[in-house]
Nanobody
């Protein structure tokens, strides 16, 4: 497993931006996939964006395409989620999660390493 620590959440007005960070440690990450999920109160945890550590291949939920950008800094072992044009309905706790191996997944149950989460609140 890897250890993950998120940061960067906060309160922002609708239309604003935030950048979340996910710092990873504990293992080599060459075969890992890092994904951002979010969970609003009373809702299931949902996939937001993901990236493979060794490639630049990224994937996004349809609802965030064109507004969110996921990236990674190999030297800092950190994955970022740049969120622009935020909407009130995107208020949630945002989690990063890691999964080893080469298979791609967007299902929370397939991820065995999780951060503690960071709250994002978008006011209208």
């Amino acid at each position: 497993q890897v250890q993950l620590v998120e940061s960067g959440g906060g309160l922002v007005q609708a239309g604003g931006s935030l950048r979340l960070s996910c710092a990873a440690s504990g293992r080599t990450f060459s075969t890992y996939t890092i994904v951002w999920f979010r969970q609003a109160p009373g809702e299931d945890r949902e996939f937001v964006a993901g990236i493979r550590w060794s490639w630049s291949t990224a994937a996004y939920a349809d609802s965030v395409k064109g507004r969110f950008t996921i990236s990674r800094d190999n030297f800092k072992s950190t994955v970022y989620l740049q969120m622009d044009s935020l909407k009130p309905e995107e208020t949630a706790v945002y989690y990063c999660a890691a999964r080893g191996g080469f298979g791609w997944s967007e299902a929370p149950a397939d991820f065995d390493s999780w951060g503690q989460g960071t709250q994002v609140t978008v006011s209208s």
